[in-house]
């Protein structure tokens, strides 16, 4: 899954980044970069600062990729980790702790395409305020990407507190 995962992640920036770069030239002076819970504007801004939305999506997707690749190497350094069972879990055969950070992977990196979708959502929604379309960013392209972020926490988080446990016990997983 986490493959599929990698490869949203590449599409989302990319596309992104690709539609920002290509209707850039054609976005007034001033577009909107801010808006209020209702998905109208209440903030605008010079059209460059769409670039911060990119920017944005960029660093959060390499700081999650970082971070989650960098844990096999805090399990080096307890005080860092914050997972149940530490001190169990640390007693494991590194192969074992491999499963849990090979999980806790996926698990981001699936947070990280509801983010960046939740990212790409709002970005049209900006543009098409911006190019006179619509008035506001729809509620429910908002809502879509919310639901795929809460839906990443339910599926993966539960998962992520049983899994230490079941690795010391032996269990299958």
């Keep these: 899954m986490k493959r599929i995962y990698d490869l949203l992640n590449a599409a989302l920036l990319a596309f992104t980044t690709f539609t920002i770069v290509s209707r850039y030239p054609g976005l007034p002076r001033r577009i909107p970069v801010h808006f209020g819970i209702s998905g109208t504007p209440d903030r605008w801004g010079d059209k460059s600062e769409i670039f911060i939305l990119v920017g944005l999506m960029w660093g959060m997707t390499i700081l999650f990729y970082a971070v989650t690749l960098g844990m096999p190497r805090l399990a080096r350094n307890p005080r860092y980790l914050n997972i149940p069972n530490k001190q169990e879990f640390l007693k494991l055969p590194p192969e074992r702790q491999a499963v849990f950070f090979g999980f806790l992977q996926e698990f981001m990196a699936g947070v990280t395409v509801s983010v960046n979708l939740l990212f790409y959502l709002i970005t049209g929604g900006m543009l098409r ?42 269990d299958e997983f």
């Design 129 to 170: 305020v911006a190019e006179g379309r619509t008035s506001g960013v729809p509620l429910k392209d908002v809502a879509a990407g919310l639901v795929a972020l809460g839906l990443m926490m339910v599926v993966y988080f539960p998962r992520l507190i049983t899994l230490p446990k079941k690795l010391i016990r032996g």
